[in-house]
């Protein structure tokens, strides 16, 4: 188990060599793969940390490298 925004979640922790996320690249990212499925894919704070910034507007998320 490991702990999330929302709760203890159960699954495994690990590091991704290299994610890109639209023209985005970022290395060495700490990821987690829950057991239970999700509806759809998060970008978690490992992630956006390292952005210059991110932002939600006009019903879309804005990321800034």
Same mark, same amino acid.
């Given at each position: 188990?490991?702990?999330?925004a929302n709760s203890i979640?159960? =699954?495994?922790?690990?590091?991704?060599? %290299?994610?890109?996320? =639209? =023209?985005?690249?970022?290395?060495?990212? !700490?990821? @987690?793969?829950?057991? %239970?499925?999700? @509806?759809? @894919?998060?970008?978690?704070?490992?992630?956006?940390?390292?952005?210059?910034?991110f932002g939600f507007g006009?019903? !879309?998320?804005?990321? !800034?490298?």
């Open positions: 188990p490991f702990a999330t979640a159960h =699954g495994a922790t690990a590091t991704v060599h %290299e994610l890109r996320v =639209g =023209g985005i690249v970022l290395n060495n990212v !700490r990821v @987690s793969v829950q057991r %239970e499925g999700l @509806s759809t @894919s998060l970008l978690g704070l490992s992630f956006l940390r390292q952005l210059k910034s006009d019903h !879309r998320m804005v990321l !800034r490298w």
